[in-house]
């Protein structure tokens, strides 16, 4: 691989203006793409195969005036102390109001549906849209607002929230700040404005490429609101990474005497095979969310996996082009270090030499004071609560947070998740009977507040019931109540479903739970063998799949004791906010670090393999390889870092813990895991590390990510190639 590499790095180098010409073309076809054939994101999922999901599609097929898909609204009224909702006139006037607003197709006061609070304080109206919530306008959320303001002038309290009323995301600068720190990062490992732009024009050119390819497919398929949002994040991140690796070894070939052209060649051989590999485990991770079956997040994953390839695709081909045009200009001017031939540049950053010696020489004390530390930053993770996000994760002072809790308030806590039980009773000798006798039997369950009465479809063979549970939708006795309903015996001729937010999450979480070890099984079995042809080792793989685990669990912990418990909430800015883990994260944290896990691996055990091939003692190669490496691995971790965390600002709960966790585990994985506990076992290992059995070793093809092959045919592949 790495001879092929290093024609194409050079045969970029040389063809830098067509292969500039092409990536800029690319580009330029994504963004008319984008600006002419894209559509809008989508706000709501599916999850094939769960009871809800059946259930919600058997409404939509039976009982479509339900309006299972329409966008729904609750307006929230509180009447001052000592007064009541029926004393101000106020209600009715902002009702008729919202039912005059645009896409509004009904409203339900409060005083005919009978939801007013005990004391008479506190009532909502159920506002029902004839567009589903991705459709509703901003000038029907306008309308709203404005229908309103009376009622608050007057001294009434009105919130609202609902799926329709949502608030948007305000243009964040999330990406900039990424890309702010990014340069910094650059310019200080580099110490040239040059050497540090390149790999920040390449990845801007790359992401743009992958963003306005996604953006414009939004016109064809329906694309997540957040999928765009998490391609942008990873590709950003590994598309800096990976053009900083590769502009690192062009650096240290240039200091080692060799011509621009050799340079880039070598460089892409070399280090360009780290990357190449380091992307196939990013790619393999994301697009293995397949065995989940959940469209929106495979769909998310394969998205990201596309900003991947891209990535690796701009590193290869248009980092040397542009490198053509920079030549020697991308080094420090004075610093040649010319070595015997085949022999590495001598040039060690003496901070990262100093640290792998110093845990080289007590291996086992650093050892164990580090994976206890982890594991104890992991402890929280026993208490991880899945959930879907809703209106009691809202800032406390959003309407949509206000609205939450004065209903709770007022009716209770179960009044915000309340449950839609659909009964099928076409087969049911007496339909009308079947209903009421399922009422009646979910009223005898535990923690249940009310049952509505039975409403029916024009057919008369489905009947829907809103069931009030007494707890809130996170809480453990509502999934209790949602099992027991099921559990529940069908009478004769009917079947009974629950469906609604609250068994939509409840049911989302059971299934990512499910399939959370089979995600596992094939990601870790996919990159064991990959990275086992990599590194010619049974023993390094293994390793770097046991510090991921110590990176994931550290990484969870973490996220239950910020988001759940609330642990320094103000500092990350979700203070009041802390509820359930949302459920899709943890398994696409999972892939996602996975990847960019193993990125690190590779990387840095490649240089120590290196030094180990080339005949260095094994204490020494881990030494020599770490110094090479732990420069620019520094520099790509605090790179990633800061792109990641500068996500937690987003308004979208799963961007916001996605980002933290991302920002975190990456800190945890380059500077704790890869460059403590990987020197450390690899010290205790010693040449062991190493072993491969000589039967597997002679049915493993070469891959040659050393570069072995450019050292000795080096001199006959520039021959061939100025011919």
């Known amino acids: 691989m790495a001879t092929y590499l290093y024609r194409l790095g050079r045969l970029a180098f040389r063809r830098r203006r067509f292969v500039v010409l092409i990536w800029l073309g ?57 007064q009541k909702l029926t004393d101000s006139p106020q209600v009715r006037q902002t009702l008729d109001r919202i039912a005059a607003a645009p896409q509004v197709a009904r409203v339900l006061d409060p005083f005919s549906a009978k939801a007013v609070s005990a004391d008479g304080r506190t009532g909502y109206a159920q506002v029902t849209y004839d567009v589903g919530a991705a459709d509703v306008t901003p000038e029907a959320k306008e309308a709203v607002d404005a229908a309103i303001e009376p009622a608050r002038a007057a001294g009434l309290t009105v919130e609202y929230g609902g799926d329709a009323l949502q608030p948007q995301d305000g243009q964040q600068l999330t990406e900039v700040i990424g890309l702010g720190v990014a340069a910094v990062v650059l310019l200080i490992t580099f110490g040239s404005l040059i050497a540090a732009g390149l790999p920040l024009l390449s990845a801007i050119i790359g ?78 991770a994301l697009t293995g969310l397949f065995v989940v079956d959940i469209p929106f997040l495979t769909q998310m994953g394969l998205a990201a996996a596309f900003t991947v390839v891209i990535a690796v695709g701009i590193a290869l ?107 099928d009773a076409g087969a049911a000798p007496n339909p009308q009977a079947a209903a009421t006798s399922t009422a009646t039997a979910i009223r005898g369950l535990a923690d249940v507040t009310m049952v509505g009465p039975p409403r029916f479809n024009p057919a008369g063979n489905t009947a829907l019931l809103t069931v009030i549970p007494a707890s809130g939708p996170s809480t453990t006795q509502t999934h209790d109540l949602v099992q027991a309903i099921r559990a529940l015996p069908d009478l004769d001729g009917t079947d009974v479903a629950v469906t609604g937010a609250t068994a939509i999450s409840i049911d989302i979480s059971d299934k990512l739970g499910g399939a959370l070890a089979p995600y596992l099984a094939l990601i870790v079995g996919l990159a064991y063998l990959l990275l086992m042809l990599v590194f010619r080792s049974v023993l390094v793989p293994l390793k770097a799949t046991l510090g991921f685990l110590l990176t994931v669990a550290a990484t969870f912990g973490a996220v239950v004791a910020v988001f759940q418990w609330g642990w320094f909430a103000g500092l990350f800015g979700v ?6 883990v949302i459920s899709m994260l943890p398994i696409f944290l999972i892939g996602v670090v996975f990847g960019l896990a193993m990125d690190y691996q590779i990387f840095l055990v490649t240089r120590m393999r290196e030094e180990h091939v080339h005949g260095a003692a094994a204490r020494d190669a881990v030494v020599d390889g770490f110094a090479h490496g732990a420069r620019v691995v520094t520099a790509a971790a605090v790179i990633m870092t800061a792109v990641f965390s500068g996500f937690i600002l987003s308004g979208q709960a ?24 990987v020197p450390a076992v690899m010290a205790l290992l010693g040449r062991r590390a190493w072993y491969l059995p000589r039967w597997l070793d002679r049915l493993l093809p070469t891959v040659d990510v050393e570069g072995d092959a450019l050292r000795r045919d080096a001199p006959r592949e520039s021959e061939l190639i100025a011919r």
């Open 317 to 423: 081909t248009l980092l040397p082009a542009l490198l053509g045009f920079a030549g020697r200009r991308v080094g420090n001017p004075g610093r040649r270090v010319f070595t015997r031939p085949g022999q590495p540049v001598a040039e060690r950053p003496a901070l990262g030499r100093r640290w792998a010696g110093f845990v080289t020489r007590r291996p086992l004390a650093v050892l164990l004071v580090t994976v206890i530390g982890l594991g104890v930053l992991a402890i929280p993770t026993t208490d991880l609560k899945l959930g879907l996000p809703d209106d009691s994760t809202a800032a406390p002072d959003s309407t949509q947070r206000k609205a939450y809790d004065l209903l709770s308030e007022g009716f209770g806590p179960g009044f915000n998740g309340p449950l839609m039980v659909v009964v």
């Open 26 to 82: 690319l580009l330029a076809a994504g963004i008319a793409g984008a600006a002419t054939l894209s559509g809008p994101t989508a706000n709501g999922f599916s999850i094939p195969g769960t009871e809800s999901q059946r259930a919600a599609d058997l409404l939509n097929e039976r009982f479509p005036q339900a309006g299972a898909d329409d966008a729904t609204a609750r307006i929230v009224f509180q009447a001052p102390a000592g």
């Open 575 to 580: 203070a009041g906010q802390t509820g359930p």
């Open 654 to 677: 799963l961007i916001r813990e996605m980002g933290f966790g991302l920002a975190l585990a990456v800190a945890i994985d380059a500077f704790v895991v890869r460059m403590t506990v």
């Open 207 to 284: 992401v743009g490429i992958g963003a306005t390819a996604i953006t414009a497919l939004s016109g064809f398929v329906d694309i997540g609101s957040g999928t765009p949002i998490l391609a942008l994040m990873i590709g950003l991140a590994v598309s800096i990474d990976y053009a900083l690796f590769i502009m690192s070894r062009y650096r240290h070939e240039l200091r080692s005497g060799l011509e621009p052209e050799e340079a880039a060649g070598r460089a892409v051989g070399t280090a360009g095979s780290a990357v190449v590999f380091a992307g196939l485990t990013v790619v393999i």
